[in-house]
């Protein structure tokens, strides 16, 4: 049974095909500088340096932090929220954010810590990665360690979308205690929807007006209609819905949640608006609506045990139709 939802939102930002990259230009992040590819972007905000393509939705993204006194299960819990992690060594580990994009997070013995995200597949991760350097000052040997270990095959793997993702990870979560939504991005599993009774009693989705010029997309967490000229792609959990003209996309992405509490719904999904760099985060009943630095919109949306994740952006008449005939599968 699908039950349709009817979504406000305002777009701003396009999408564009790059072209190949070759990387040309050596960029200061401060204390690190990267290789970026020809037309890229680099933008700085206090802990994150954030690279994006030109015009277009990938993005890789650098956090780092420095700890006193290093705790592992707290940056774990600050970090992934309440999303499962796998650890590679007892300082190293990977995760999927909330849509779906992967990390890689590692802590030096001295405090130092990294997490290098990528939102998508990216032809040239292992390049970026490799060519991520520490520049001199107090913490140039801790990150020179910690750009080397991700620059490994196993990062290299995990960033760039060739390992599989992992099901069951281990959930390091005893600093904090943001509801009972621990498997709300439990990754392979993340949309397993399990009895979650009459979650996203919504509205009849008979009056969107040019969905009959579309194709039924059918997932085994939502259904969407399709217009003409998009294209839908799975990255794992998600769902990423492409015009082919490439000036919008949206991406979706369906989690199951242990309670229906609100409070706690509420603060895990701005755990994950947290990771995903997001800002002008408005938290309301049920929902939280943030926006990225390249203007897309995202919102986390409450239906009892269950929680639909949107990204969208673009400039695309479609678009409208397309969100509002997205539905959630009982």
């Not at 774990?76 to 997070?105: F, H």
């Not at 609506?289 to 994740?309: E, H, R």
């Not at 400039?315 to 009982?330: A, E, F, R, Y």
């Amino acid at each position: 049974m699908f039950r349709s939802l009817f979504l406000a939102f305002t777009l701003f930002c396009g999408l564009a095909l790059a072209a190949q990259p070759s990387f040309a230009a050596k960029l200061d992040a401060g204390a690190f500088s990267a290789e970026l590819p020809d037309g890229w972007t680099m933008n700085v905000e206090g802990e994150m340096t954030t690279f994006a393509e030109p015009a277009g939705p990938l993005e890789l993204m650098v956090i780092l932090k420095k700890y006193e006194k290093p705790d592992i299960k707290e940056i774990i819990a600050e970090m992934a929220g309440q999303t499962p992690v796998k650890m590679l060594a007892d300082n190293i580990w990977i995760y999927e954010d909330a849509s779906g994009g992967r990390c890689w997070s590692m802590v030096a013995s001295s405090g130092t810590f990294v997490d290098i995200s990528a939102n998508m597949d990216y032809v040239d991760i292992k390049a970026f990665l490799v060519g991520l350097k520490a520049v001199q000052g107090k913490q140039e040997k801790a990150l020179a360690g910690i750009f080397t270990a991700a620059s490994s095959k196993e990062a290299v793997d995990w960033l760039g979308y060739v390992t599989p993702p992992f099901a069951g990870g281990k959930v390091h979560s005893d600093a904090s205690d943001a509801g009972d939504e621990g498997d709300a991005g439990d990754s392979g599993d993340a949309g397993d929807t399990g009895d979650s009774g009459d979650e996203g009693d919504m509205s009849d989705a008979g009056d969107t007006g040019d969905e009959d010029e579309g194709t039924l997309y059918e997932h085994k967490t939502f259904a969407a209609t399709v217009p003409k000229g998009w294209t839908a792609a799975e990255q794992n959990e998600s769902v990423v819905f492409t015009s082919d003209a490439k000036d919008a996309f949206v991406i979706v992405r369906v989690f199951s949640l242990v309670s229906d509490d609100g409070k706690a719904f509420s603060k895990w999904a701005q755990e994950q608006v947290k990771a995903l760099g997001g800002k002008n985060v408005d938290a309301g009943e049920g929902v939280v609506n943030f926006t990225t630095d390249k203007g897309a919109n995202g919102m986390f949306t409450q239906f009892d045990k269950k929680s639909l994740f949107l990204l969208f952006g673009g400039d695309n008449p479609q678009i409208d139709n397309l969100i509002k005939s997205i539905g959630l599968v009982d």
